[in-house]
């Protein structure tokens, strides 16, 4: 009933911009911590963004200053800016959150977005 699906993802060259976005639909009361993860071939899945209920970011050292988090509470959507793109950002991003609906809190994944940077 409840589910985040991404989009955005795609292939860009070097020093390009993307935008992804992520909405959560389904019966939702509150929206909590919201994420940006990646997942690079053979590699985990890493945190890439996070950003709290009330707008307090986070990012991992290797997307300070090229990639901006943001959230839409109204539109249950959250986004990722990605500026500068290096070949080395080339992952399946996926969208995580903390969700309130008819059963409580729990947390959920989308689908999940490729990104390809090419050099």
């Known amino acids: 009933q409840v589910q985040l699906v991404e989009s955005g993802g795609g292939l860009v060259q070097a020093g390009g911009s993307l935008r992804l976005s992520c909405v959560a639909s389904g019966s939702i009361f509150s929206l909590g911590p919201m994420r940006w993860y990646r997942q690079a071939p053979g590699k985990q899945r890493d945190l890439v963004a996070h950003?709290?209920?009330?707008?307090?970011?986070n990012y991992v050292d290797s997307v300070k200053g090229r990639f901006i988090i943001s959230r839409d509470n109204a539109k249950k959507m959250v986004y990722l800016q990605m500026n500068s793109l290096e070949p080395e950002d080339t992952a399946v991003y996926y969208c995580?959150?903390?969700?309130?609906?008819?059963?409580?809190?729990?947390?959920?994944w989308g689908q999940g977005t490729q990104v390809t940077v090419s050099s």
């Open positions: 995580n959150a903390d969700l309130r609906g008819a059963t409580g809190w729990a947390g959920y």
């Open positions: 950003i709290t209920s009330g707008g307090v970011k």
